[in-house]
């Protein structure tokens, strides 16, 4: 098994060994994980920047996000990263999309494998919180209300 992982091409080993279903486009340095765990169902990309020290994982949240909704959803995000103890969520004005990233830093030594996979964890973790409240959020509730909406989804998966 890969120890540490500091090239894209011991992440494609790290995914291999570990059995993690994913798509790589090697020209490109992504790989795309598909995330099947309700209420989150959409990709999990790992972009590895070329010519910086960095990894980026991007977990796609809520897609075809409605222009007249841009000013609450935009609300939304900022409390949410304003409040949260990881805060990544963002916005894609050109693919209407809402994700979760998290920009890790990879330098000569790598990081360890474990470590590796608990980043990419911790990114779909804290998108998994978030899905139903922003996708409320974007069905019409006020921005301003998504910590209250976070709070009674956690409650009611109690």
């Known amino acids: 098994m890969i120890a540490r992982v500091a090239s894209f091409a011991d992440l494609i080993t790290l995914l291999s060994e570990t059995l993690t ?5 090697h020209e490109r340095q992504t790989v795309e994980i598909t995330t099947t765990a309700p209420p989150l169902i959409g990709p999990l990309v790992v972009r590895w920047e070329k010519k910086l020290p960095y990894a980026q994982i991007v977990q796609v949240i809520v897609e075809s996000v409605p222009r007249s909704r841009l000013s ?5 995000i900022c409390r949410t ?3 949260i103890a990881l805060p990544g969520f963002g916005y894609s004005f050109d693919r209407d999309l809402i994700y979760m990233r998290l920009c890790v830093p990879i330098y000569e030594e790598g990081m360890t494998a474990s470590a590796f996979t608990r980043q990419l964890a911790s990114v779909a973790s ?3 919180q978030f899905a139903v409240p922003f996708r409320r959020v974007v069905e019409g509730e006020p921005g301003e209300r998504i910590l209250e909406l976070a709070v009674a989804e956690a409650t009611a998966a109690l």
């Open 126 to 128: 804290n998108a998994r």
């Open 81 to 83: 990263n304003h409040t």
């Open 72 to 76: 609450q959803v935009e609300d939304a």
């Open 21 to 25: 279903p994913h798509r790589a486009d």
